[in-house]
């Protein structure tokens, strides 16, 4: 994917919760320096916490494309949305999107582009043809967060993983497999699009050989025991070439996500089959940790409940946004005698 | 997917040889009532022991769809095809392809069939917007064919299965997955074909609720071990939802196909996973049987070998093409209490 280029201006539009602008949050909270302020229309419930500029402000600060970094209902791109679109194509900026509607679907904006020669980013849409995986081996180290169920923190497990290592002086890439991982990062292949045929493939493409030291910290996607996108899950996992994964887990969670007659998966059963498949292709792929997303439980639960974790599995047991990465970066100097 | 009209006339074109032809053999092999006969051009250096006919003879015979049953080097339709294929339009068939290079994207064709108001179908091409996967219990039987490897029979195996059920009165109907398949039954799911996001899904759409005494005998495609099309596998297993699964093995092989460094998986590992997978969507999902490619077997060996598969697993081992499929039909009537 052609490299979405940075600072961004996040257009929040007229987002009734932070539940809507929840991209642009992401963006905010993993690449705040890359973000030059936020664009909103009148009507607009919420605040990111950085300057509101007009598309003139923002260009005039060096913004180089207009994020759109909420949601509006059914992914469609309202009327009122299209003047400050056309705004910042006119005042010298191109524009990135998630939604369903796609921007090169709307004439006025793609005409405007094409005129201008600005660009128009559906991140929605690959950007390319992706070959068929060949499995060949790789070099450079690769991890991989996986997950009992969607939406357990992959994303959040992974940057916060790619943070704490550059911190530490380590050679580290995130590799973005979603919408939102892609805006963070600028680039990545939003692999619940691509043709199935090419799942393993654009992933090995995403995570191409690289030096000894270096580490692509992917973005998982899914669950293999999810019966919606496990299809997806594993043909990442098999094109990511993992040496090692992390597994993701949300405890309060009740059914999988979006199905509530469908039973989680234990968590040793997780363990056992992510290994098992990651070794079809990687043959000592093993584990590094486990990462909870504990905002649901309470406070004086947390700590007793990562501690039995972590003796019940042998893993370093982590919250990435409370008690941080460091554990699992230990536990990777140790396996790789670092 | 619209339903292909049948009967067919057989394209072979130019063909250098039966390998090139493969997709015509399938359908003549498993739906020889269906094909009128056979139209060569100059050059072509097979015979499918059907009646060469001109267009003009296979459309007064009744044949409703001109197949393109050849594949050409790089999937390309060459110009020397153009001719018949309007030819067959201007007679009143539609025409039906597989290959890479979409008729919907030949100019003259797409023109042609509008003013006539012909159909052009490229099975290649999903031809609706599928659902993510929803996971809920359907009614029926569904029997899908799973392979320790790509290209081992899965095709051949359901097809058997759904031939001898028919024979024996049962109410079963085959669900294609490839292109081949698609052309044999005139509708299907060219699941290698949709959206990532949308395996699982394309195939509950295929193998819908249906009558308790109802057989979908659901072709499978690639392996659960296969790098490069697992996620395709994964994906069509949990849709399918399939209460009983058949293993497809070829024992000759040497490597995962296409990947001379990538180790074949052992049967029981295979057993093991596929009923694993099953089980998350379909909690008494169980192997009803292993069906074995032994074309490159010798005769003499061919016995011995099903019989320490039989004994070794405790299923019926069977060569579809060889041994017929009747022990696997007595292996469902048992554990169906039939």
Redesign the interface.
């Known amino acids: 994917m052609k490299k979405i280029q940075k600072p961004y201006a996040l257009f929040i539009g007229d987002a009734p919760d932070m539940l809507a602008a929840k991209t642009a949050i992401g963006v905010r909270d993993w690449r705040p320096d890359d973000c030059i302020g936020q664009v909103k229309l009148s009507g607009c419930a919420i605040d990111l916490g950085l300057e509101s500029l007009t598309i003139e402000e923002a260009a005039n600060r060096g913004a180089q494309t207009l994020m759109i970094g909420v949601a509006n209902r059914g992914g469609v791109i309202p009327n009122n949305w299209l003047q400050t679109m056309l705004d910042a194509l006119n005042s010298g900026m191109d524009i990135a999107s998630g939604l369903h509607t796609h921007l090169n679907s709307i004439n006025e904006l793609s005409s405007t582009a094409a005129k201008l020669g600005r660009q128009l980013f559906d991140v929605r849409i690959p950007d390319k043809d992706y070959p ?6 790789r070099s450079g180290h690769r991890l991989l967060a996986v997950g009992t169920d969607c939406s357990v923190g992959k994303m959040y497990t992974t940057l916060a993983i790619e943070a704490e290592m550059k911190r530490q002086g380590w050679n580290a890439t995130f590799r973005a497999t979603g919408q939102t991982g892609i805006f963070i990062q600028g680039s990545g292949v939003p ?7 090419f ?3 654009s992933i090995e493409v995403l995570t191409p050989s690289n030096s000894d030291d270096h580490w692509d910290i992917i973005e998982g996607q899914g669950s ?2 999810h ?10 996992l ?2 990511a070439q993992a040496d090692f994964l992390i597994l993701c887990h949300e405890p309060t969670r009740l059914h999988m996500r979006g ?1 509530p ?2 039973k989680l ?1 234990g968590i040793q059963e997780c363990l056992d ?1 992510n290994r ?2 990651a070794q ?2 990687s043959g000592n792929s093993q584990f590094a940790g486990i990462s909870v997303n504990t905002q649901h439980l309470d406070d004086d639960k947390r700590s007793d409940y990562l501690l039995d974790l972590q003796e019940q599995y042998g893993l370093p047991c982590i919250d990435p946004m409370i008690t941080g990465v460091k554990p699992i970066l230990v536990e990777l100097e140790k396996r790789c005698n670092l």
Chains 1, 2 share one sequence.
């Open positions: 068929i995986a060949n499995g060949k081996q692999v619940d699009a691509v043709i199935s045929d799942i393993a493939g293999l025991f019966p919606s996108y496990a299809g997806v899950s594993l043909g990442l098999h094109g199905l007659e469908q998966p089959l098992q498949m079809v292709v």
